[in-house]
């Protein structure tokens, strides 16, 4: 399974979880596990996610999520957890 991590930050607004979770779910890319808080006004979530049914590549997934940080002014970044892991094991 090819997984990622996906985080997004920057301040509350309603809607936010439903528009990332529906463009990953337009890719066809299934959300594994997910957390999310609001601190002091600023939403924080993080998600794991599995990229195997995508048709895209992770460069493509990313470009892909850039209409969503412009609509919603979110920071959306993700990063592939095998490399995630990689740095937290060292």
């Not at 600023?42 to 412009?70: C, K, N, S, W």
């Amino acid at each position: 399974m090819t997984k990622a991590l996906i985080s997004v930050t920057g301040l509350d607004s309603t809607g936010i979880i439903a528009r990332v979770a529906t463009k990953l779910s337009e890719m066809n890319i299934n959300i594994l596990d997910i957390t999310q808080t609001i601190l002091g006004g600023y939403f924080t979530m993080m998600m794991v996610v599995d990229l195997d049914g995508a048709h895209l590549r992770f460069e493509e997934i990313d470009r892909e999520l850039q209409p969503v940080r412009d609509e919603l002014k979110m920071t959306i970044h993700m990063q592939r957890m095998d490399i995630f892991d990689a740095m937290h094991r060292i």
